[in-house]
Protein backbone atom coordinates (compact mmCIF):
# COMPACT_ATOMS: atom_id res chain seq x y z
CA UNK A 1 0.00 0.00 0.00
CA UNK A 2 1.01 3.61 -1.22
CA UNK A 3 2.08 6.02 2.30
CA UNK A 4 -0.25 9.39 2.10
CA UNK A 5 3.63 10.93 2.29
CA UNK A 6 4.67 8.91 -1.03
CA UNK A 7 1.80 10.43 -2.72
CA UNK A 8 2.72 14.31 -1.94
CA UNK A 9 5.66 13.32 -3.22
CA UNK A 10 4.70 12.11 -6.28
CA UNK A 11 2.67 14.91 -6.24
CA UNK A 12 5.63 17.41 -6.12
CA UNK A 13 7.79 15.80 -8.65
CA UNK A 14 4.76 15.76 -10.82
CA UNK A 15 4.34 19.52 -10.99
CA UNK A 16 8.12 20.74 -10.81
CA UNK A 17 9.29 19.73 -7.46
CA UNK A 18 7.35 22.35 -4.76
CA UNK A 19 5.21 21.06 -2.38
CA UNK A 20 1.70 20.27 -4.07
CA UNK A 21 -1.45 22.77 -2.42
CA UNK A 22 -3.65 19.80 -2.47
CA UNK A 23 -3.96 16.36 -4.47
CA UNK A 24 -6.03 13.36 -4.57
CA UNK A 25 -5.35 9.67 -5.56
CA UNK A 26 -8.19 8.24 -7.27
CA UNK A 27 -9.76 4.80 -6.95
CA UNK A 28 -8.28 4.37 -10.64
CA UNK A 29 -4.85 5.15 -9.84
CA UNK A 30 -5.03 8.72 -11.19
CA UNK A 31 -3.59 11.06 -8.93
CA UNK A 32 -5.28 14.73 -9.02
CA UNK A 33 -3.03 17.96 -7.97
CA UNK A 34 -3.35 21.23 -7.46
CA UNK A 35 0.04 22.60 -7.59
CA UNK A 36 1.71 25.56 -6.14
CA UNK A 37 0.92 27.84 -8.72
CA UNK A 38 -2.85 26.80 -8.36
CA UNK A 39 -2.66 25.17 -11.36
CA UNK A 40 -4.79 22.02 -11.53
CA UNK A 41 -3.27 18.83 -12.98
CA UNK A 42 -5.05 15.51 -13.57
CA UNK A 43 -2.24 12.39 -14.43
CA UNK A 44 -3.28 9.13 -15.53
CA UNK A 45 -2.17 5.90 -13.51
CA UNK A 46 0.51 5.00 -16.18
CA UNK A 47 2.11 8.43 -15.49
CA UNK A 48 1.63 8.38 -11.74
CA UNK A 49 2.86 4.65 -11.57
CA UNK A 50 6.22 5.40 -13.70
CA UNK A 51 6.65 8.45 -10.72
CA UNK A 52 6.70 6.09 -8.37
CA UNK A 53 8.82 3.48 -9.44
CA UNK A 54 11.34 5.83 -11.02
CA UNK A 55 11.59 7.61 -7.63
CA UNK A 56 11.98 4.34 -5.71
CA UNK A 57 8.85 5.26 -3.60
CA UNK A 58 7.73 1.61 -5.10
CA UNK A 59 9.38 -1.37 -6.19
CA UNK A 60 8.34 -2.54 -9.71
CA UNK A 61 6.24 -5.75 -9.82
CA UNK A 62 8.60 -8.63 -10.22
CA UNK A 63 8.51 -10.05 -14.17
CA UNK A 64 8.12 -13.48 -14.17
CA UNK A 65 11.06 -15.19 -15.42
CA UNK A 66 10.98 -16.50 -18.72
CA UNK A 67 11.25 -19.97 -19.59
CA UNK A 68 14.21 -21.47 -21.59
CA UNK A 69 13.43 -22.72 -24.95
CA UNK A 70 16.07 -25.15 -26.23
CA UNK A 71 18.12 -23.95 -29.25
CA UNK A 72 19.53 -25.75 -32.08
CA UNK A 73 23.07 -24.61 -32.70
CA UNK A 74 22.18 -23.86 -36.47
CA UNK A 75 19.13 -21.78 -35.29
CA UNK A 76 17.91 -20.12 -38.25
CA UNK A 77 17.28 -15.94 -38.73
CA UNK A 78 14.48 -14.15 -39.96
CA UNK A 79 14.81 -12.28 -43.31
CA UNK A 80 16.41 -9.03 -41.02
CA UNK A 81 16.55 -5.67 -42.68
CA UNK A 82 16.33 -4.84 -45.96
CA UNK A 83 19.94 -4.11 -47.53
CA UNK A 84 20.27 0.10 -47.49
CA UNK A 85 19.70 2.04 -50.54
CA UNK A 86 22.48 3.37 -52.56
CA UNK A 87 24.04 6.67 -52.05
CA UNK A 88 23.63 7.69 -55.59
CA UNK A 89 21.51 10.52 -56.55
CA UNK A 90 17.86 9.49 -57.84
CA UNK A 91 17.44 10.21 -61.62
CA UNK A 92 14.01 10.63 -62.80
CA UNK A 93 12.99 8.18 -65.50
CA UNK A 94 12.78 9.89 -68.93
CA UNK A 95 10.07 9.34 -71.24
Given at each position: ?I?????QKA??I????K???A??L?QD???????????????????V??VLE?S?II??????PK??????S?????PGR??R???????????
Amino acid sequence: MIKESDIQKAAAILTGGKEPLAYDLKQDGSLVVVASNGMKFIFPPERVQSVLEASKIIKKPSAKPKSKKATSSTSKKGPGRPPRASSKPHEPKKS
